[in-house]
């Protein structure tokens, strides 16, 4: 999957819980973004950063922060978790810098709030 | 922002058939449209993308088709397998900006039967 590894795989936690996914890349590539696919949703952005430090919001943001201190580590923290975030989790990496809406994502975590 | 519909939601073909997908999108400026496969328990893989100044791409058994005018867009597999058998996301994006702005549709789950 393009270098990435996103984890944990699974996560089962309950409402009001804070939870942090992690998404690492071998690459050092500049772009990683977060996803979250949901039935007749298809994907949609959570989260982006351009850099160490550097993020930004997508469309579906709210309840949701993350964090780049290092080039190869995208952290994705639900500070206190509901139950309309449950939702499959992807990472992404824009390998190509003259074409950074080429995406390479990973396998997904799948995330359940009871 | 931009809107991208996709159409059928599921589709179900004789191995060996043809399979068509389509998608419109919204925003007139929007000039890279690629397509993605996902298999069960797995992330999102590009397949092909097209740029808007082409108005088809072939690749093996898979084609993109683009109408501008129309804005709309269309994937094509030809001779399909088992192996095609998966859920296709078609997206859009106006360009890179600052980063990759992919609008996603919301899935065809395509079924090859044998």
């Known amino acids: 999957d393009a270098g990435i590894t996103q984890s944990p795989r699974h996560k089962v936690t309950e409402t009001g819980t804070p939870v942090t996914l992690r998404c690492h890349q071998t690459?050092?590539?500049?772009?990683m973004y977060w996803y979250r696919q949901d039935p007749g949703h298809g994907l949609r952005l959570i989260h982006y950063?351009?850099?160490?430090?550097?993020?930004d919001k997508g469309e579906v943001s709210d309840g949701y922060s993350v964090s780049r201190s290092k080039t190869e580590d995208f952290l994705l923290t639900l500070e206190s978790a509901t139950s309309s975030q449950t939702s499959v989790y992807f990472c992404?990496?824009?390998?190509?810098?003259?074409?950074?809406?080429?995406?390479?994502f990973g396998s997904g975590t799948q995330l359940s709030v009871l | 922002g931009e809107n991208v519909e996709q159409h059928p939601s599921t589709l179900s073909v004789q191995e060996g058939d043809s399979a068509v997908i389509k998608c419109t999108y919204s925003?007139?400026?929007?000039?890279?449209f690629p397509w993605y496969k996902q298999e069960l328990g797995k992330g999102p893989q590009l397949i092909i993308d097209?740029?808007?100044?082409?108005g088809e791409k072939k690749d093996q058994r898979i084609a993109v088709t683009l109408n501008k005018t129309a804005k709309h867009f269309s994937l094509h597999i030809t001779e399909t397998q088992p192996e095609d058998s998966a859920v296709y996301f078609c997206?859009?994006?106006?360009?890179?900006?600052?980063?990759?702005?992919?609008?996603f549709g919301t899935g065809t789950r395509l079924q090859v039967t044998l």
């Open positions: 690459e050092n590539h500049r772009y």
């Open positions: 992404a990496i824009s390998p190509d810098p003259g074409l950074r809406e080429k995406l390479f």
């Open positions: 950063s351009y850099g160490v430090k550097d993020t």
């Open positions: 997206a859009a994006s106006r360009g890179a900006g600052t980063a990759s702005k992919l609008t």
């Open positions: 097209i740029r808007s100044n082409v």
């Open positions: 925003d007139s400026a929007s000039n890279y």
